[in-house]
């Protein structure tokens, strides 16, 4: 299985971008995908979890409302459409394939992780 992600940059405080992961080597729709993220100095850390079919997602407190996970099964990708960024959200975000069809947080049922890509949010 192969995640490649893309859409990682430097924006100012309250702007937007949106990442996205290209899926292959597995059959994209059976599973749960999610993003992490993890900053300079800190454990990674769960930011959004998407379940198999798109109708069932989950958000950690922090990005709530901010932030949306979504997929097209049809083209094996997997986006993170991310609003009113803050410096804290400053973080490499990796793309991971669960090994579960609905979402979760748990980091040990995602076998699959992508190379990361650095978003940099300034004040």
């Known amino acids: 299985v192969q995640l490649v992600e893309s859409g990682g940059g430097l924006v100012q405080a309250g702007g937007s971008l949106r990442l996205s992961c290209a899926a292959s080597?597995?059959?994209?729709?059976?599973?749960?995908m999610g993003w992490f993220r993890q900053a300079p100095g800190k454990e990674r850390e769960f930011v959004a979890s998407i379940s198999w079919s798109g109708g069932s997602t989950y958000y950690a407190d922090s990005v709530k409302g901010r932030f949306t996970i979504s997929r097209n099964n049809a083209k094996n990708t997997l986006l993170l459409q991310m609003n009113s960024l803050k410096p804290e959200d400053t973080a490499v975000y990796y793309c991971?394939?669960?090994?579960?069809?609905?979402?979760?947080?748990?980091?040990?049922?995602?076998?699959?992780w992508g190379q990361g890509t650095q978003v940099t949010v300034s004040s």
């Open positions: 080597g597995r059959i994209f729709s059976n599973y749960g």
């Open positions: 991971a394939a669960s090994s579960v069809m609905g979402w979760t947080v748990r980091p040990y049922e995602y076998p699959y």
